[in-house]
Antibody, heavy 117, light 111 residues
Framework: EAQLVESGGGLVQPGGSLRLSCVGS????????MNWVRQAPGKGLEWVSI???????HYADSVKGRFSFSRDNSKNTVFLEMNSLRGEDTAVYFC???????????WGQGTTVTVSS | QSVLTQPPAVSGAPGQRITISCTGS?????????VRWYQQVPGSAPKLIMY???KRPSGVPDRFSGSKSGTSASLAITGLQAEDEADYYC???????????FGTGTKVSVL
C-alpha cells in the first residue's frame, strides 16, 4: 500500500524559514503528481502547490514567491521550502499524491507548522 | 478563500439519507472538471471517498454516492451510520486559478 510520511514541522518566528519533507513508500515520487495541502486550525483544506513528473510546479497565490517545491529522486522524497513565514501560514501541512483520474488519492499524516513569536 | 460552497453542517438520524451540496461556477465545476469528495475525521488526514463525480475507490461503502449537474455537485449518504460522522470536502479544478480548489467543508453529525 502506497504511503507518504511528512516531517520537518515545528515552531518558527514570523519571517523565518522551515523545510518540510515527505518520503514515499510503495510510491515513486519521481513519476507522480505530488502536492502540498494545508489546513489552518479549525479551518478547511487549502491547496498549496503541485510538482509534476516533468518538473513543472504551480503554487497558490498565497505562497507564490515564498515557498519552493522540490524533489530528490534518489531519496524518493519531496520538499517544501517555506520562507518569509507569516502567522497565516500556521497549519497542518499534508503531502498528497494526485492522479489525473482520481485526484488526491494518497495522503500523509500531516506535519504541524506554527508561526509565532 | 474557497471557491466551492458547501453547507457548514448537515445532520441525520442513523439509517437516514443525507445529501451535501457543493456549488461552484463556470470556471470550475461548470467548466467540466471532475468533482472529488474527501472524508476527514478530526485529527486525521483526509481520505478520498468519491472521484470522477460518482466513482467510489475500492473499500468505500456503496452507501456513498455522488452526482454532478451544471455548476454543482452533491454527495449522498444513505443508511447513515455513526462512523460517518466527519468533515466532508468537495474538490475540483479551476480554469482561472489553474489548480485544485476545495469546498468550504461540511460537518456531518449523526443524531
Amino acid at each position: 500500500e502506497a504511503q507518504l510520511v511528512e516531517s520537518g514541522g515545528g515552531l518558527v518566528q514570523p519571517g523565518g524559514s522551515l523545510r518540510l519533507s515527505c518520503v514515499g513508500s510503495d510510491l515513486n515520487v519521481r513519476d507522480s503528481f505530488m502536492n502540498w495541502v494545508r489546513q489552518a486550525p479549525g479551518k478547511g483544506l487549502e491547496w498549496v502547490s503541485i510538482l509534476y513528473p516533468d518538473g513543472t510546479i504551480h503554487y497558490a497565490d498565497s505562497v507564490k514567491g515564498r515557498f519552493s517545491f522540490s524533489r530528490d529522486n534518489s531519496k524518493n522524497t519531496v520538499f517544501l521550502e517555506m520562507n518569509s513565514l507569516r502567522g497565516e501560514d500556521t497549519a497542518v501541512y499534508f503531502c498528497a499524491r494526485s492522479t489525473i483520474a482520481e485526484g488526491l488519492d494518497v495522503w500523509g499524516q500531516g506535519t504541524t507548522v506554527t508561526v509565532s513569536s | 478563500q474557497s471557491v466551492l460552497t458547501q453547507p457548514p453542517a448537515v445532520s441525520g438520524a442513523p439509517g437516514q439519507r443525507i445529501t451535501i451540496s457543493c456549488t461552484g461556477s463556470s470556471s470550475n465545476i461548470g467548466a467540466g472538471y471532475d468533482v472529488r469528495w474527501y472524508q476527514q475525521v478530526p485529527g486525521s488526514a483526509p481520505k478520498l471517498i468519491m472521484y470522477d463525480n460518482n466513482k467510489r475507490p475500492s473499500g468505500v461503502p456503496d452507501r456513498f454516492s455522488g452526482s454532478k449537474s451544471g455548476t454543482s455537485a452533491s454527495l449522498a449518504i444513505t443508511g447513515l451510520q455513526a462512523e460517518d460522522e466527519a468533515d466532508y470536502y468537495c474538490q475540483s479544478s479551476d480554469t482561472i486559478l489553474r489548480h485544485f480548489v476545495f469546498g468550504t467543508g461540511t460537518k456531518v453529525s449523526v443524531l
